[in-house]
């Protein structure tokens, strides 16, 4: 039953593909041209590690990132996507890494690594709590939520996560993404009609009530990519499991703001 709700949810992402109507042309990044950026680059091993089944090079492109951009990672963690996408958006270009006190506490080693010595110098660090994020309006070309909006609905209070007003947070975002701008969203699929407990229990989503959400918030749905789908997912299984971790089933989102 469970891998017959997973197919369901991967089928609805795989109409949403084929349905969707693509609002205006978008710049077409080469993907090879950003896997070689990245190759060439000096990332960490641990981070070249994680690319066979996180597949930067296809994420970013398909987001549209491209050399002068500023770009805003929502709940970055260890920076991950940070780190590619500075090296995406070039020296012309600027990241802005966003955390907040709950998600340093549990990344710090890998933090402290990344922004030792001020190695990144196109990144500024964005410290921010759940609700009570204040962006510049239309100061974005890009926002990214990379395996972070089921957060929207984790609560954690003993560990500095209060619930997050879900429509605060994404006028939010509305506001600071520059008109035509994108906002990407990579998460891990749980079952078709899922409740938002999931959130906090499974550190999943429905894509659904991801793609409910977000467009009731003013942005409109341009185009999703099945790249990183992944049918032998178990969606009953936390993300956190070993049976599951790094192989989840993930849906990809461009949104972009009239």
Known sequence: MNRLRLLASITFVLCILVACTTLTA??????????????????PEADQ???????????????????????????SGGGYYTEAASHVVGPDGK??????????????????????????????????????LSLTP????????????????FVDEKNDWPKIN???LLAELYKGLKPGGVLGVVDHVAEAGAPAEVGTTLHRIDPQRALNDITSAGFVLDQSSNALLNSEDMPDKPM??????????????????P
Do not use: C, W
């Open 26 to 43: 978008l710049p077409a990044p080469d993907a090879q041209a950003i896997s070689a950026v990245l190759a060439a680059a000096d990332r």
């Open 95 to 132: 990241v802005h890494s966003h955390n907040n006190k709950a998600f340093v506490a549990y990344a710090s080693d890998e933090i402290a690594s990344r922004y030792k010595d001020d190695r990144l110098s196109n990144v500024t660090r964005l410290m921010a709590e759940n609700n009570e």
């Open 166 to 168: 879900r429509d605060q």
């Open 240 to 257: 956190f499991d070993p049976l599951v971790r790094g192989k989840t089933s993930r849906f990809i989102y461009r949104f972009r703001r």
């Open 49 to 75: 590690k994680r690319d066979a089944t996180r597949k930067p090079e296809h994420v970013l492109a398909f987001f549209g990132l491209a050399p002068e951009m500023t770009v805003l990672d929502l709940f």
């Open 138 to 153: 239309q100061s974005y070309d890009s926002i990214l939520i990379v395996l972070g909006y089921h957060d929207v609905y």
